[in-house]
Every structure is written in C-alpha cells, then in structure tokens.
C-alpha cells in the first residue's frame, strides 16, 4: 500500500461509518419518533459525508442518506393499537426534503445562485409532519405521508378528523385535480394536554410535538386521532393548469377557497429583507400556538422553480434557515422530590421563570441522583435551560463563572419526602425508590388514578382532584374501595352532588365489564404495561392461573424479562395485593378471558425469532402470531441465541450489524413464508 492509499484509509472507514449513523438517526427520527441527533449535528455529519464521496467517487451509493430523503413508511405496523396497515401509494411529485442553513453567509450564498431577479417567499418552517392532500373535483380524496419521497402512507381516515383540513371545495373556479402541501401539528396546548395525560400514566412521553403528531397520525383509530387535536398549515400548490405564476399568488388562492394558509407569509427582494424577516420571527414565534423551529425560502416565480430543478433529494429553489436552539440563562431556585405511582423519587428543579418557546419554563426534571451529580448543580447555581429543536425542557449545565457559583452541598435524600420511609436503590437501578406502597399517599393516589383511567378501567368521574379528596376524607386508601363507594358519601363531598355521584357509580358499575387484559393492567404491577398485559392474558386466562406462575414460566412470554417476571411475582407473594383482588372478585371484575388457540404446529419449536423491517404480505404482529402459532418464541432483540431474523424492508442498521457479527442469518418473508407452509 503506498503513502497515499495510507492516508486516503481512515476517511473512507469515516465515510462508511456516517453512512451507518445518518442512516440510523433517519429510522429513529422518522420511524421511531425517536430523535438521537439535533437538526445541526445531522446535517454537519451530513456535510461530511458529501464531501467525503465527493473525494471518493469511487464509494458512490446510490443508497447513501446523502441521495434519499428519511422514509416514514409502515410506521404503523409498529403500533400496538392495531395490525391493519395504511396503504402505500405513489407520489404523483416526489417529496423531497430541503437543505439547511444556520448563518447569514450560507444565505448569501444560496441567493447568488440564482437569478439576479428572482423574488424569495419567506414563510414560517412548522415543525409536524409532511402531508400531500389530492383533490379530485373538490373532494379530498388522497392524503399522503412523505414515506421516502417516491411512496408515501394514504393516512386520508386520520386526517379527515383534522377541522383546519377541508373535506370539499364547493367551487367552480377550482381545477379538476390540484396538490396541496402541508405540515400536520400538534399545538403547544395539545402536546402538553397530551403528555400530563401519559406522565399520569406512567407512559413514555412524547420528545415535542412533531414526534406526537408523527405517532398520533400512524394510529389506527381515527377516534383517538380525533381527540388529541391536531391541526395543518399548507404551504405549496401542485397540478396542471393551476392559477397564478407565482407561489405567492398559489397561497393566496389556496386560502381564498378555504385552505389554512399562514399569514406569516412574506415576499422579500434580497438577503436584508430575508435576514429582517428571521430576526423578527426567531422571537415572535415563541408566542405562537405550534412549534417551529426555522424558516424557509422559496423562489416565487414557478417558471424559475423549475429552471433551477433538484438536487437528488432537495429542490434548488428552496431552503430552509434553522433556528439556533433556544437556551437561557436562569436560577435553580431549589430541588424538590416527587413520588410517582411505583414509588420512584424524582428530583425536580425549580427555577426562577423563563420563557422558552412560546412557554413560561419554571420547572424541569433532574431524572436522577446521577444525572444531578453529573452537571454538578445543586440550589443557588445559575443554570442553562435549553429546548433544542423545540423539545421538553430540559437543564444542559450551569454558568461556570465563580461568582455565581453555589457553595452548598447537594445529597440525595434517604428518606421519602412524602411518608418518611426510608428509601432503597436497587442495584443496576439509577432511580431511587420508596418501598412504602401501601401507607405513602402518592403512591395511594397515583394507583387508583392509573386504575381508572381511560386504558385501564375507564371510570369517568374520578379524576385526580376527587381522588385525592375521597382519599382525604377516608373513603379511599384502595383500588377496592372504589367499589363499596356509596350515594350519599359521594354526594356529600365539596363540588360534588347527587347528580355527579349517580354519573359516578355508573362508571364504577360499567367497569365490571372491562375485560381481563385491562384489568391486569389497571392493576399497576410495575412494568407491567398495556401490551404486556395483553401478551400475559394470552397465555394465563385467569387471574387463578397467573398467581402461581412462576418467572421462568413468565420469561417465556414475548417482551416478560426477568425483572417484569419478577414484579409479578413480587405482587402475588403481597398479602395485602391478595386481600384487595379478593375484593375486586367479590365486586364481579373479570379476572378470566377467553382461552388462546393452541399452535398450529412445531416448525418453529425452540426457536427465538427476531422480526425487523417492514412487510409486504402480512403485518409485524400478524407475523408474530405466526411465529408463536408454530411453536416459536418472539424475542425483541438479536443475541447469539437467536434463530434468525425475519427481515423485511427497511430493517433496523444496528439489528443488521448485530446479526453480522453474530452470523445469525437473515430469513426474507416469502422464505419464511415457504417454511411454516
């Protein structure tokens, strides 16, 4: 190897391995919801990797991220609330992404590209999802998702429940067929309506709105889709023989039929003008009802649209202008600790208030003894509150100059700040926990609130307020005590009445009825979730069953680990979680479902089979029923026990990476369809 070849090396392994990460923070992003990489680190690694394969011509892929916009599709099929999938269909114009800038100079740069006449449309970067609504004589008859730019999901059901989306044009002046683009948002109000909910629930919460909009518009059930309450702003026309010469004059066509057009939309003549609109939106947009997180620039005229055409996966007429992410300096005023429902301590900051985003931010979880000793902050310090891409708030550090540095000791706490018991970190665990589940009041009240809410026993009526005040008045310390409430104890209470206590009761009696998956899961064992639940009541129909199950005989349910095993063990072994269930049987809950079928046959005895990907023929969790129909075991991730792996479309880079280094091989649909036939 010469000197040359020596040096070239180690850049062309940097240039696969960008490759590996930009394809891995695009499948987290748009199919996991789960963003690893800000907007700014994506797109300098992705700088890098275009200039790197410009320096390799030789490396080109045409699968490279730098040649394909993320994909979206089948996200659906992940979604635990159904296995019907969306259909895919073919853009009719491919969706592309648009490049980004951070600076005045990439601006100007961007500008002396094009024509010395050209007029730019600024308009606001709404930060949702990327939606195609087709129109066929004024009738909605096709919404799209960007899916990976050629082929998007038809979401048209969910996006029907969106008011700000018009079903039908009652027009004559409107083409046969036209193309409006748009971005689908959860507003601030919503999103935040929406993670109180899942924080009671003890449910993951949603990064910012965009991944909540993103989740919310992949559900199968319009209803929910209905309830969260997302909206749309349009932003681009497409179609043959449509008015106007100007994007400018599209929009404002769009809106005059009907369509949600911003009214922060601005034609501007050169990069003074532009850099004026930036500067006032990067404020003012903090009082705006939905997130967004820049600014993008169009070429207005559409004749010139079109001389200027496309990169591989961007226009050349536009560009978007990224807002820095927001931070601010301000005072961690104290740290107090809540309870939650499983007893885990979490700290919480308490900060003088700031604005950020178009919110007041006073408080911000700490997660942890560990995350809190890592920023080394403690009370008095002045710290750096920061919503990067528009996310929960969250503290990054602390203003280094000394003097403003606090000379007070931070230490953890060792007892319960609510009952006084002593707390317990168990090993492995980085949260620390109070054991006292059965006399610390959070504890109380965060259970019977995750019993009656909406997933679990669905009982209207008793929402945090009134439980928290029968609790006060003795008439609840247990999930079973909802069930001896009486009439006139109820109608006795502060803001209560006859007529709320009978509306009560009714949802404490139709609750009987809720089936056995739910009831298990209304029941808060720890970890046990509402999936989980679901997959254990496959297998132990009755609650009779299920108490004398042992852990390695729950291991062998799909997704039950060891320590969930354990849990539900652990809450068996409870004399008083024993005295509670007799009561919920006396007052006539369902603790049996219906018996599972037994297997088909053992073609995939003793096997743990990995799924992955997206698939043509059959849904994920339908394939898991085949695989456990046959007599296999569905594991979630790839170890040297692994069978195979049934490997769709668009299969996750680290579950590939993994099976090439353990040699597990990789098993197409219709193979594993020729196998269990």
């Given at each position: 190897?010469?000197?040359?070849?020596?040096?070239?090396?180690?850049?062309?392994?940097?240039?696969?391995?960008l490759?590996?990460e930009?394809?891995?923070?695009?499948?987290?992003?748009?199919?996991?919801?789960?963003?690893?990489?800000?907007?700014?680190?994506?797109?300098?690694?992705?700088?890098?990797?275009?200039?790197?394969?410009?320096q390799f011509?030789?490396?080109?892929?045409?699968?490279?991220?730098?040649?394909?916009?993320?994909?979206d599709?089948?996200?659906q099929?992940?979604?635990v609330?159904?296995?019907k999938?969306?259909?895919?269909?073919?853009?009719?114009?491919?969706?592309?992404?648009l490049?980004?800038?951070?600076?005045?100079?990439?601006?100007?740069?961007?500008v002396?590209?094009?024509?010395?006449?050209?007029?730019?449309v600024?308009?606001?970067?709404?930060?949702?999802?990327?939606?195609?609504?087709?129109?066929?004589?004024?009738?909605?008859?096709r919404?799209?998702t960007?899916g990976d730019?050629q082929?998007g999901?038809?979401?048209?059901?969910?996006?029907?429940?969106?008011?700000?989306?018009?079903?039908?044009i009652?027009?004559?002046?409107?083409?046969?067929?036209?193309?409006l683009?748009?971005?689908?948002?959860l507003?601030?109000?919503?999103f935040?309506?929406?993670?109180k909910?899942?924080?009671?629930?003890?449910?993951?919460?949603f990064?910012?709105p965009r991944?909540?909009a993103?989740?919310?518009?992949?559900?199968?059930?319009?209803?929910?889709?209905?309830?969260?309450?997302?909206t749309?702003?349009?932003?681009?026309?497409?179609?043959e023989?449509?008015p106007?010469?100007?994007?400018?004059?599209r929009?404002?066509t769009?809106?005059?039929w009907?369509?949600?057009?911003s009214?922060a939309?601005?034609?501007?003549?050169?990069?003074?003008?532009?850099?004026?609109?930036?500067?006032y939106w990067d404020?003012?947009?903090?009082?705006l009802?939905v997130?967004?997180?820049g600014?993008?620039?169009?070429?207005?005229?559409?004749?010139?649209?079109?001389?200027l055409?496309?990169t591989?996966k961007?226009?050349?007429?536009a560009i978007?202008?990224?807002?820095?992410a927001?931070?601010?300096l301000t005072l961690?005023?104290?740290?107090?600790y809540?309870?939650?429902r499983?007893?885990?301590?979490?700290?919480?900051?308490?900060l003088?208030?700031?604005?950020?985003?178009?919110?007041?931010?006073?408080?911000?979880?700490?997660?942890?003894?560990?995350?809190i000793?890592?920023?080394d902050?403690?009370?008095?310090?002045?710290?750096?509150?920061?919503?990067?891409?528009?996310?929960?708030?969250?503290i990054?550090g602390?203003?280094?100059?000394?003097?403003?540095q606090?000379t007070?000791?931070?230490s953890?706490?060792?007892?319960?700040?609510?009952c006084g018991a002593k707390l317990?970190?168990?090993e492995?665990?980085a949260?620390?926990?109070?054991?006292?589940?059965?006399?610390c009041?959070p504890?109380?009240?965060?259970?019977i609130?995750?019993?009656?809410?909406?997933?679990?026993?669905?009982?209207?009526g008793l929402?945090?307020?009134t439980?928290?005040?029968?609790y006060?008045?003795?008439l609840?310390?247990?999930?079973?005590d909802?069930?001896n409430?009486?009439?006139?104890?109820?109608?006795?209470q502060?803001?209560?009445?006859?007529?709320?206590?009978?509306?009560?009761l009714?949802?404490?009696?139709?609750?009987k009825?809720?089936?056995?998956?739910?009831?298990l899961?209304?029941l808060g064992i720890?970890?046990?979730?509402e999936?989980?639940?679901k997959?254990?009541?496959?297998f132990y129909?009755?609650i009779?069953a299920?108490?004398?199950?042992?852990t390695e005989?729950?291991c062998?349910?799909e997704?039950?680990g060891?320590q969930?095993?354990?849990?539900?063990?652990?809450?068996?072994n409870?004399?008083?979680?024993?005295?509670i269930?007799?009561?919920?049987?006396?007052?006539?809950?369902?603790?049996?479902g219906?018996?599972?079928?037994?297997?088909?046959s053992?073609?995939?005895?003793?096997?743990?089979?990995?799924?992955?990907g997206?698939?043509s023929?059959?849904?994920?969790?339908?394939?898991?029923?085949?695989?456990?129909?046959?007599g296999g075991?569905?594991?979630?991730?790839?170890?040297?026990?692994?069978?195979?792996i049934?490997?769709?479309d668009?299969m996750?880079?680290?579950?590939?990476?993994?099976?090439e280094?353990?040699n597990?091989?990789?098993?197409t649909?219709?193979?594993?369809?020729?196998?269990?036939?």
């Open positions: 190897m010469d000197l040359f070849s020596e040096i070239e090396e180690p850049e062309r392994e940097e240039l696969k391995s490759r590996k930009l394809e891995e923070a695009n499948y987290k992003y748009y199919v996991l919801n789960m963003p690893t990489l800000s907007d700014r680190e994506f797109d300098e690694k992705m700088h890098r990797l275009q200039a790197l394969e410009a011509p030789d490396m080109f892929d045409p699968k490279s991220p730098t040649q394909k916009v993320g994909s599709l089948n996200v099929r992940n979604n609330q159904g296995t999938s969306f259909e895919t269909v073919k853009h009719k114009y491919p969706m592309l992404s490049a980004n800038s951070y600076s005045r100079e990439e601006i100007e740069d961007w002396r590209k094009l024509p010395s006449n050209a007029e730019i600024c308009e606001l970067k709404y930060d949702g999802l990327s939606i195609s609504l087709w129109y066929e004589h004024g009738v909605l008859v919404a799209l960007r730019g082929q999901d038809d979401v048209i059901n969910n996006i029907k429940t969106i008011p700000s989306i018009p079903w039908r009652e027009r004559n002046d409107i083409p046969e067929f036209f193309e683009r748009g971005e689908v948002l507003p601030w109000e919503r935040e309506a929406l993670n909910e899942r924080e009671e629930q003890e449910e993951p919460l990064a910012n991944n909540a993103s989740g919310t518009l992949k559900l199968q059930d319009p209803k929910e889709v209905a309830r969260r309450g997302l749309a702003y349009l932003y681009y026309m497409l179609g023989n449509l106007g010469t100007t994007h400018f004059e929009l404002e769009a809106k005059s009907g369509f949600n057009i009214d939309i601005k034609v501007c003549h050169n990069v003074d003008e532009v850099m004026a609109y930036i500067a404020t003012e947009r903090k009082n009802p997130a967004t997180d600014i993008v620039l169009k070429v207005n005229n559409l004749a010139q649209q079109e001389e055409g496309y591989a961007t226009p050349r007429w978007a202008y990224k807002f820095p927001e931070k601010q961690l005023k104290e740290i107090t809540q309870v939650g499983t007893g885990v301590v979490t700290p919480v900051a308490n003088e208030p700031v604005q950020l985003s178009g919110t007041i931010v006073q408080r911000a979880t700490l997660h942890n003894e560990d995350f000793k890592s920023l902050i403690r009370p008095g310090d002045r710290v750096w509150v920061e919503k990067g891409g528009e996310i929960i708030p969250k990054t602390k203003e280094q100059s000394d003097e403003v606090s007070k000791d931070f953890f706490p060792d007892i319960c700040p609510e317990v970190r168990v492995g665990e949260a620390w926990r109070c054991p006292n589940e059965a006399g009041p504890q109380i009240k965060g259970k609130e995750h019993f009656v809410s909406r997933k679990a026993m669905n009982i209207d929402g945090e307020e439980i928290d005040l029968l006060q008045k003795g609840l310390h247990n999930i079973a909802i069930y409430l009486k009439l006139e104890d109820i109608a006795a502060e803001r209560m009445g006859e007529k709320s206590a009978q509306n009560m009714a949802g404490i009696e139709a609750s009825q809720v089936p056995w998956s739910r009831v899961f209304a720890r970890m046990v979730g999936t989980t639940a997959k254990i009541t496959r129909t009755s009779d299920l108490q004398w199950a042992t005989q729950l062998a349910i997704d039950v060891p969930i095993a354990e849990n539900i063990v652990a809450y068996f409870d004399i008083r979680n024993l005295e269930l007799e009561r919920l049987r006396q007052a006539g809950l369902q603790f049996e219906e018996a599972v079928e037994g297997p088909q053992d073609k995939l005895a003793g096997m743990s089979i990995v799924i992955s997206t698939f023929h059959h849904s994920r969790d339908e394939y898991k029923a085949m695989i456990e129909a046959h075991k569905n594991v979630g991730s790839v170890s040297k026990k692994t069978s195979f049934l490997a769709g668009n996750g880079p680290e579950k590939r990476k993994k099976a280094s353990l597990v091989k990789l098993i649909e219709d193979e594993f369809l020729e196998m269990i036939k």
